[in-house]
């Protein structure tokens, strides 16, 4: 069969790229998560994590059981996460309740004028993405965070994967700290979470590869001296020592499909929320981690 040139380089490309992988998963070596505990030092005292459950429902054909990224990384790695003087997320933290409190309305609004202390978020991330039940929109805690910014406040929406909307981020997560996720994926938000689902297995790029290629076929696997999580989303934002800086979830998912060599989707498009809320749902269980550090 004839191709064409730029046709025949692609598919070259495509091959070249998964043996590539395939190599890579060829000379990889096994580990199971650890078996440890995350109790974390807070101000306000002991908090103790759930950070390995029986997966949810809808996973059950696929594993027994979930776990934290946590669980996956190096016993220097976690234990930073253990007390919150040590964790160097909690820099974002502070940062964020600082413009929590800051009067930057258009006529000096702040969060704070409306919702008092950021404890008033309680219980928020541990339930989105969820659908809006007024408006039926799919709604990440950085959609409602622009929500306040640009009808309340009166300002232009902060950039999604900005650093003032990571701090708030933060310190919203925080709130709910060591709750359980359980974001809804029946009803209205059904649709949302079946095409986030369609999405997850999806191969896309010049690697052909998804989501479930690495954090469910190759999870546990060493890969150029990474150990593949399940990728859940309940550590979000996370501190990477990689970056040297937090990230959000949809910041991550941008970073990811640029792995397999694909164009990637924009923070807050519709593919990203979507996806966002079947990631999510594939750690109902696990405890929310505020902000958590990763590798």
């Known amino acids: 069969m004839f191709m064409g040139g730029d046709i025949m380089h692609r598919t070259f490309s495509t091959l ?19 078996d440890d505990t995350l109790v974390v030092e807070a101000p306000a005292g002991e908090i103790t994590f759930i950070t390995s459950t029986p997966a949810p429902d809808h996973l059950k054909d696929t594993m027994d059981t979930i776990y934290s990224g946590w669980l996956y990384r190096e016993t220097e790695t976690r234990d930073l996460q253990r007390d ?26 702040s969060c704070a004028g409306c919702h008092n202390g950021p404890e008033s978020m309680k219980g928020l991330r541990a339930v989105t993405p ?5 408006t039926g929109k799919l ?4 959609n409602y965070v622009n929500e306040c910014v640009t009808d309340r406040m009166g300002l232009e929406a902060w950039g999604m994967t900005g650093d003032k909307m990571k701090d ?3 310190v919203i997560s925080m709130q709910s ?3 359980v996720m359980n ?13 986030g689902k369609a999405l997850y297995y999806t191969r896309t790029g010049q690697l052909e590869m998804s989501c479930a ?28 020592l990689k970056d040297a800086g937090l990230l959000s979830v949809q910041q991550r998912f941008v970073g990811c499909v640029r792995d397999t060599r694909a164009e990637t989707y924009k923070p807050n498009s519709d593919e990203f929320k979507s996806l966002e809320l079947y990631v999510a749902s594939r750690g109902n269980g696990l405890s929310v981690e505020g902000v958590s550090v990763r590798h």
């Open 168 to 170: 708030m981020l933060s």
């Open 130 to 134: 969820r659908v809006d039940a007024e």
């Open 16 to 34: 070249v790229g998964s043996a590539a992988f395939g190599l890579a998963l060829m000379g990889a070596a096994l580990a199971d998560p650890v």
């Open 183 to 195: 974001v809804a994926i029946d009803g209205a938000a059904a649709p949302f979470w079946e095409a």
């Open 139 to 142: 709604m990440t805690v950085e």
């Open 177 to 179: 700290r060591g709750e």
């Open 213 to 240: 290629n690495c954090h469910e076929d190759n999870q546990g696997l060493y890969i150029r001296a990474d150990h593949l999580s399940q990728g859940q989303t309940n550590g979000f934002p996370v501190y990477r």
């Open 84 to 109: 919150d003087f040590d964790n160097p997320g909690m820099v974002f933290v502070d940062r964020g309740l600082d413009s929590w409190n800051k009067a930057q309305g258009a006529k000096g609004e």
